[in-house]
């Protein structure tokens, strides 16, 4: 490892945020104009745990994020008059939650908190990620973040053929269950750490980590750790530096974080970076993402590493945030 990827860059990595904004005139900047919300969300979460939130514009930020709100489905879209997803809706109201401008934006939370329910389909315990029907456990987790982080969580106390919302989702993830322990995005599908993630940290949510094999999980989710102390997403696949998130949160909110080695999974996040233009890739020598970048900091921060603040692993938003909504899970950082 060079002198230069041995610690953190901060200041390159704002840096380069910043400037992602002001790429408007670029190709790609059209191009990932259905990853906005997300992007904007991944920013503004990079930029709030390096303690630099200000470097973005909080006001344009607000507008942007009002404009992709659609008033008459309650639905975020990832870019103005684009189609609704439960994804961008997350993100539209991690972005206002963090920036604490729900109601500087104004949005009708009660609105929002309906768009989310009517994504269930009936007596199903799954959330759908627009009106086309797909599942994935990824919805279901953005539908659960979601209503808690709007204070709604009770909704899924509502009663329905004589059982609750809130017990079909169990049920439905304990369908998902694998002989490993894990969760793919649906009944049957394999194992897959990004999913082991949104499993772990829904059930965290609404109070129902009992249904998980604890230490077959935590094994499998330690065994991702590689010789060069990166984490990969499944077996055999590459290791990946968004999989210090996926992998790392779940192992916090599991109180097992202990089983990876810390030391070579920093070393491997910092090599990752670029040294010239900022941000990190998802391994040593590719272009850097804004997507990444949030990941191997946030990575960072569950593993203690100075100066970073403290990200939740639940939510993936500053653990300073949630505590002001009171919402704060149980987990073990190191
Ligand atoms: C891997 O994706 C990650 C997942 C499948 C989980 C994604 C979860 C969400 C979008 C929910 C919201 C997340 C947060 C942090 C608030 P990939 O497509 O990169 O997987 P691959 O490595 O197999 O290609
Ligand atoms: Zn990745």
């Known amino acids: 490892m060079s002198e230069s990827t041995a610690k953190l860059n901060a200041d390159k990595h704002v840096e380069y945020i910043v400037n992602l904004g002001r790429a408007e005139n670029t190709l790609s900047y059209h191009l990932t104009e259905h990853l906005r919300l997300n992007g904007i969300y991944w920013a503004i979460t990079s930029?709030?745990?390096?303690?630099?939130?200000?470097?973005l514009d909080r006001s344009a930020v607000i507008e942007y994020v009002g404009n992709c709100w659609n008033s008459s489905n309650g639905g975020f879209s990832s870019h103005p008059n684009h189609d609704t997803h439960i994804l961008s809706t997350l993100s539209g109201i991690q972005i206002l939650i963090t920036l604490d401008a729900v109601e500087e934006a104004k949005i009708d939370t009660s609105k929002v908190v309906d768009y989310i329910l009517q994504l269930r389909p009936s007596n199903q315990g799954f959330f759908t990620g627009d009106e086309w029907g797909e599942s994935d456990t990824r919805f279901t987790y953005c539908a659960i973040s979601t209503l808690s982080l709007l204070g709604a969580l009770d909704r899924l106390d509502q009663v329905e053929s004589g059982t609750s919302i809130k017990q079909k989702i169990v049920s439905w993830f304990t369908q998902c269950i694998n002989f490993d322990g894990g969760f793919g995005n649906n009944i049957g599908a394999e194992t897959h750490s990004?999913?082991?993630?949104?499993?772990?940290?829904?059930?965290?949510?609404?109070?129902?980590?009992?249904?998980?094999?604890?230490?077959?999980?935590?094994?499998?989710?330690?065994?991702?750790?590689?010789?060069?102390?990166g984490l990969n997403g499944r077996p055999q696949k590459q290791?990946?530096?968004?999989?210090s998130w996926w992998v790392l949160s779940a192992l916090s909110i599991l109180h097992r974080l202990h089983w990876i080695n810390k030391d070579k999974l920093i070393s491997f996040i910092l090599s990752a970076q670029d040294?010239?233009?900022?941000?990190?890739?998802?391994?040593?020598?590719?272009?850097?993402?804004?997507?990444?970048?949030?990941?191997?900091?946030?990575?960072l921060s569950m593993l203690g590493y100075p100066e970073i603040e403290r990200v939740d692993p639940v939510y993936c938003m500053p653990v300073k945030t949630i505590e002001r909504l009171g919402l704060k899970k149980s987990y073990t950082l190191l």
């Open 239 to 243: 290791e990946d530096v968004c999989y």
């Open 47 to 55: 930029l709030s745990l390096l303690g630099r939130i200000d470097a």
């Open 275 to 299: 040294p010239d233009c900022g941000g990190i890739a998802d391994r040593p020598g590719d272009v850097s993402d804004v997507f990444h970048t949030l990941f191997g900091v946030a990575g």
């Open 194 to 229: 990004g999913q082991v993630f949104t499993a772990v940290a829904a059930l965290a949510i609404i109070d129902r980590l009992d249904i998980i094999h604890t230490d077959n999980l935590s094994w499998w989710l330690s065994e991702r750790q590689v010789q060069n102390g």
